[in-house]
Structures are given as C-alpha cells and as structure tokens.
C-alpha cells in the first residue's frame, strides 16, 4: 500500500509541476468512454473448494461399487473478458503531453471454473454433477500520462501508466445435484440432493499497468471523439472469501411408489463459520484450519468456530480492449 501511494504521490507531482511550467497552455477536460477486452495470455483457473479447475467426465459401475473417469481437461482463461466504462478527468499540460484520472468500472464475462458429471455404468442417467462458473466486478483507479503530436485534426496520442484497483469481487455461483441411497427401517431408498450456492472472493491490495494507442477526431471546438485500443495487466491474488447463499436440499424417495419419505434442508445459517468463511494462505501447515471428514455435503474442519484456511489463488483481470468516446474541453 506504502509502495502505490508513494508511486501516485510522484506522478501527480511531476504533473503538477510540469502544468505550473505550461500554465498558459493548460486546459481541463472531461471523458466518457466505453469498450470490450479480451483477455490474453490466459492461466489455470483457481480451485473451487475441493474442486480443480477441471471439465471431468465419469462412470460409475454399480457392479464393483469403482468410478472410472472417462474424460478429463483442465479450464484456463482470464477474467480479462468483459465490459468496461469509465469516466476521466485531465488536464492538458500543453499541447503535447496531458495527465488523466480515470475511474473505471468493469464486469467480465462468466467463466466455466470446474464441472464434474458422473453417469451410470451402460447408460445417459446422471448420478452427479456439478458445476461451478465465475465472474468479476471491479472498480479501478487508473492516473495516465499522455503524448501526442499535437495535430489540429486528426490526433493520434500515446497512453500510459497505472491500474489502482479500489474495489472487486470474484463472484462464484456453484450448482450440484447428486442421486444416492440410504437404508431407513429396514429398507433402502433413493436420495436426491441439489446445492445452490454462491461465494465472493475479496482481492488483496495490488497495482498494473496500463498501455493505449489512440487517435482524436475533433467535432467542434469543444468537443472530440476518440477511438482507442488498450492493454491492461492487473494480477490480483485473493485474501478471503465468504459464502453469501447457500441452499441445500435432500428428497429421500420411495423407489417403488416414487413418494417422497422425507426431506432435509440446510440453508446459509445452518453453515459453520469454517464452512462459510475462508483464509487464504501462501503455506497450508499442520496449524491450518483445514477440513478433517466430510458428510454428504457438510464438511467438519479442526475447528468449525473459525474461519478456514486455503491456498492462495491468482487471477488476471487485465486484457485487451477497444475503447470508444467523447472528450469535453473547458
């Protein structure tokens, strides 16, 4: 945090002094803009709880009780996909180089970041699956230095500098369904089990960079149009992660009539805190609150009245873009 403050605080002050020596070049201006990034050089997905971020298609035999897998490939891409729009304040220090602070706004699209479908042994019935898919919302900083030529018409300029994310969320939406078996009485019935549950992971402070080539169409006096591609690089590693709904339920069912016996239902305050609520670490050691059995879907860990620890994940949230806009000048 020390080291962002300290590189923003010397940007500004080479702006500030560079626009009190052009003092009467200076002039403030105002954009909007709009665009769509792809993302490049993409990675493995992080984890999803216990998942890896692997498309996995399985067999189960009901003959030996063995689950084969039949197909396997692991998920890469970036979260650098996506919608992005901002809103920017500059100050021409003269007619060649110019500061801007630009807030943005950025929702990427959905990724796939595991999924897992068991069938049964010579047939299409499906006895489990899930399937979990990921999506970001973020709010950055981003100070630029721009050069330019200087064209009274057609302007091509020159864009460079820093990403400050100020706020973001990995949002992770999970859905489960799993068939089964239970004995009760005497006699063994099917068990139908379908989760919902949705997680968001908090981001640790970070810093990127930013890099764009443009050109400026003057409409008037006071107004310019302006087209530009853009490149981002904003690495981001998480810090916690808490679940904000969780909705399980399990119909035990009657096999020769089809009647539902019985249900049960666990809902997001039924979670302990270690079920809910997640510390991601650099090193998982024996001090870690890591999970110690599992029971259907709820899992019991060292202790369930803390948070639970996990391995630090990364991400990528910067890609390459389009952008498009307006520039006002005051």
Not at 108 to 134: F, Q, W, Y
Not at 157 to 162: A, D, E, H, S, W
């Amino acid at each position: 945090m020390k080291r962002i403050t300290l590189l923003c605080t010397l940007f500004f002050a080479v702006a500030i002094h560079t626009a009190t020596a052009q003092k009467k070049n200076s002039k403030f201006y105002l954009k909007v803009a709009g665009g769509y990034y792809f993302s490049v050089f993409p990675g493995q997905f992080p984890k999803v709880g216990p998942y890896e971020p692997h498309d996995e298609q399985k067999q189960y035999s009901s003959t030996d009780g063995t689950t084969t897998v039949i197909s396997e490939k692991v998920l890469t891409g970036s979260y650098g996909a996506g919608g992005r729009g901002g809103l920017s304040f500059g100050w021409n220090l003269n007619k060649y180089m110019a500061v801007e602070a630009t807030f943005n706004y950025y929702h990427s699209k959905k990724n796939l970041m595991t999924r897992e479908v068991t069938t049964l042994a010579g047939s299409s019935t499906v006895l489990g699956k899930i399937e979990s898919h990921g999506y970001v919302n973020a709010v950055d900083f981003a100070p630029g230095f721009i050069i330019s030529p200087g064209f009274e018409k057609v302007n091509p300029y020159v864009r460079i500098g820093l990403v400050v994310p100020l706020w973001g969320r990995l949002n992770i939406e999970t859905d489960a369904s799993q068939s089964g078996s239970t004995v009760l009485g005497g006699q063994t019935l099917l068990t139908q089990t379908t989760i919902h549950r949705e997680e968001q992971v908090k981001p640790n402070i970070t810093i990127g960079f930013q890099g764009a080539v443009g050109v400026a169409f003057p409409v008037s006096h006071k107004l310019d149009i302006f087209v530009e591609a853009e490149y981002r690089n904003i690495p981001v590693k998480s810090k916690e992660k808490e679940v904000k709904a969780y909705d399980e339920n399990t119909k035990v069912i009657n096999p020769s009539t089809g009647a539902v016996v019985a249900t049960q239902h666990r809902g997001l305050g039924d979670l302990s805190t270690a079920e809910s609520h997640t510390k991601y670490v650099t090193t998982l050691d024996q001090s870690s609150n890591t999970p110690v059995s599992q029971t259907g879907a709820k899992v019991t860990y060292k202790h369930d009245d803390q948070p639970s620890n996990d391995l630090k994940s990364y991400i990528n949230i910067g890609g390459l873009g389009a952008n498009a806009g307006l520039r006002w000048h005051f």
